[in-house]
T-cell receptor, first 112, second 110 residues
Framework: DTAVSQTPKYLVTQMGNDKSIKCEQN?????MYWYKQDSKKFLKIMFSYNNKELIINETVPNRFSPKSPDKAHLNLHINSLELGDSAVYFC???????????FGSGTRLTVV | TQLLEQSPQFLSIQEGENLTVYCNSSSVFSSLQWYRQEPGEGPVLLVT?????EVKKLKRLTFQFGDARKDSSLHITAAQPGDTGLYLC??????????FGKGTLLTVNP
């Protein structure tokens, strides 16, 4: 059983399109995250949700909108995609205020 | 903003050699985590250190948390090709946000 699963694994799309990435965790964790990893492998947090409530919202363009229908799911919707959005996006989960994140295997987004 | 500086950025060694990776910050963290990431996969947690001065061993890997809880090191003894990967340190701040260093890409040659 995959602990944190995100789909799709690869996403190639044109500039200006709108796309979504889905994430699900079956670990019973109460907190989920979206991280962006750039071409230099730097991981930067974008959003965090605890029990469906947004608790971290970094300086991210408002074209990025997270949605958490329940504590096991955290989706990321991106409007009007730009070339600079190309990166690998990772979903992760943990128990709030507890260390130890479990990451998904990533979604490689390429905007052309 | 809490920043973590990792060094070296790249490390290429021969099988059997020892190595140390450093993770430094001017900020205090409630805990420091080390992850290993392989190509095409997400980071996988190796260890969490919580107490200043704490030392944890995981087979040939030794992790240390600085006394002031601002820095950490990862020492690998007798490196093997299977140790190849991107090693990431990450600090859990007072706002419970996990901040990552920029990583050390380790290559162990047979």
């Amino acid at each position: 059983d995959t602990a944190v699963s995100q789909t799709p694994k690869y996403l190639v799309t044109q500039m200006g399109n709108d796309k979504s990435i889905k994430c699900e965790q079956n670990l019973g964790h109460d907190t989920m995250y979206w991280y962006k990893q750039d071409s230099k492998k730097f991981l930067k947090i974008m959003f965090s949700y605890n029990n469906k409530e947004l608790i971290i919202n970094e300086t991210v363009p408002n074209r990025f909108s997270p949605k958490s229908p329940d504590k096991a799911h955290l989706n990321l919707h991106i409007n009007s995609l730009e070339l600079g959005d190309s990166a690998v996006y990772f979903c992760a989960s943990s128990n709030y205020r507890d260390s130890g994140y479990t990451f998904g295997s990533g979604t490689r987004l390429t905007v052309v | 903003t809490q920043l973590l500086e990792q060094s070296p950025q790249f490390l290429s060694i021969q099988e059997g050699e020892n190595l140390t990776v450093y993770c430094n910050s001017s900020s205090v963290f409630s805990s420091l985590q080390w992850y290993r990431q392989e190509p095409g996969e997400g980071p996988v947690l190796l260890v969490t250190v919580v107490t200043g001065g704490e030392v944890k061993k995981l087979k040939r890997l030794t992790f240390q948390f600085g006394d002031a809880r601002k820095d950490s090191s990862l020492h690998i003894t007798a490196a093997q090709p299977g140790d190849t990967g991107l090693y990431l340190c990450a600090g859990l701040g007072s706002n419970y946000k996990l901040t990552f260093g920029k990583g050390t890409l380790l290559t162990v040659n047979p």
